[in-house]
């Protein structure tokens, strides 16, 4: 599973009803989604391995 696929979600084609600010804010908070996530296995991963280290 790649985090950076595109959503399904998000039409490919831009509807008129959404505006360019509501579309740039969604995409934001996708992208912060997506950081927090990598993050927070990067994180664990870290962790595991100074666990492993140390047992």
Do not use: E
Request: proline share 4%; charged share 25%; net charge positive.
């Amino acid at each position: 599973m790649c985090l950076f696929m595109s959503n399904s979600s998000l039409p490919t084609k831009p509807n008129r009803k959404t505006r360019f600010g509501d579309r740039c804010l969604l995409m934001a908070k996708q992208q912060r989604t997506r950081l927090y996530i990598l993050r927070r296995c990067v994180s664990m991963l870290l962790c595991w391995h100074d666990h492993s280290i140390s047992d």
